[in-house]
């Protein structure tokens, strides 16, 4: 059984930081990273690994956020910085399985960002 716990979050003002981190269990995962989905929006890439080892990050995140992975133990990390009220939305973490190539989702965290 696969699971995906994500911690961290919360409210924090603009030009502020937060740091999220995800504990993927039950599998190996050939690729992690982070998506987030505000109000009334689709879901959007964050930041992640692809299975091929490359690190991707969203046009209007990089240079503030940084992603990190430790393969051993299946954990991810975001760390974000100089916060603007956009980046307000619930924040998953997403793994896809090694062997399986499954799609798996954290439950989310909220990340509210005031002007």
């Known amino acids: 059984q696969v699971h995906l716990v994500e911690s961290g979050g919360g409210s924090v003002q603009a030009g502020g930081s937060l740091n999220l981190s995800c504990a993927a269990s039950?599998?190996?995962?050939?690729?992690m990273g982070w998506y987030r989905q505000a109000p009334g929006m689709q879901r959007e890439l964050v930041a992640g690994?692809?299975?091929?080892?490359?690190?991707v990050y969203a046009d209007s995140v990089r240079g503030r956020f940084v992603v990190s992975i430790n393969h051993a133990k299946n954990t991810t990390a975001l760390q974000m910085n100089s916060l603007k009220p956009e980046d307000t939305a619930v924040y998953s973490c997403?793994?896809?399985?090694?062997?399986?190539?499954?799609?798996?989702w954290g439950q989310g965290t909220q990340v509210t960002v005031s002007s």
């Open positions: 997403n793994a896809q399985g090694y062997y399986s190539g499954g799609i798996h």
């Open positions: 039950g599998s190996r995962f050939s690729a």
């Open positions: 690994f692809t299975s091929k080892g490359k690190t």
